[in-house]
């Protein structure tokens, strides 16, 4: 399993974008990157997965380059609300949990 | 409309007496896992069921056992609760283990576990 590597903490201002960088040197060919959100005291909320190049959903878009080996979550206009943590997993099956980076929206 | 549903919400056990926590799934996903997570930590895999296989990751202590008696409904059960047991227990299933469809995991809301 490609081991993950991302910020622990960034801030930020409501309205703004924040953009999320998780490094996976060794991803394998067969892997996806995957980011899932949790908010305190509940269980992580899957985000958003990609392969390669662009995703886009109604939450959040991914960023892949060619080589795959980052990937950059994008939130447009964070609210309040985001303030979380955000996980980047890269693997096939079992998903297992980096240290995930804390995102503090503040008014 | 709950997906994955865990009773109960809040556990309080004792140290060493036995505890079941219980997880059960709408979803009809062919995989369930059990996770647990401490106090600022990231969820850590205990183990999960594709079907009615059982695949404990390594690491996990014997104390920690699981059972899966039918496709909705999973448990977790600890056999001599420590203090250091206390924490989040989370639950999750995916359609399957391998593939795209294996990388969206629906968790549900967790059973914080106590230990006095």
């Known amino acids: 399993l490609a081991k993950t590597t991302q910020p622990i903490s960034m801030d930020s201002y409501e309205g703004q974008e924040v953009n999320i960088t998780c490094s996976h040197n060794n991803i394998a060919t067969n892997d996806y990157i995957t980011w899932y959100q949790q908010f305190p005291s509940q269980g992580p909320r899957f985000i958003i997965q990609?392969?390669?190049t662009k995703v886009t959903n109604e939450v959040a878009s991914l960023f892949i380059p060619a080589d795959r080996k980052s990937s950059t979550l994008s939130l447009p206009r964070v609210s309040l609300s985001d303030t979380a943590v955000y996980y980047c997993l890269v693997g096939e099956g079992k998903l297992i949990f980096g240290q995930g980076t804390t995102l503090q929206v503040k008014p | 409309d709950a997906m994955v549903i865990q009773n109960p919400r809040y556990q309080v056990t004792q140290f060493g007496k036995p505890v079941t926590l219980s997880c059960s799934q709408t979803?009809?996903?062919?995989?369930m896992y059990w996770y647990q997570q401490k106090s600022s930590q990231a969820p850590k895999l205990l183990f999960h069921y594709y079907d009615k296989d059982f695949n404990n990751e390594a690491d996990t202590p014997d104390n920690f056992q699981s059972r899966r008696p039918n496709t909705s409904f999973c448990f977790l059960d600890i056999r001599s609760p420590g203090l250091g047991d206390a924490a989040m227990y989370l639950c999750a299933t995916s359609r399957d283990l391998a593939g795209a469809a294996s990388y969206e995991q629906y968790f549900g809301p967790g059973t914080r576990l106590t230990v006095t």
């Open positions: 990609g392969y390669k």
């Open positions: 979803l009809n996903h062919n995989v």
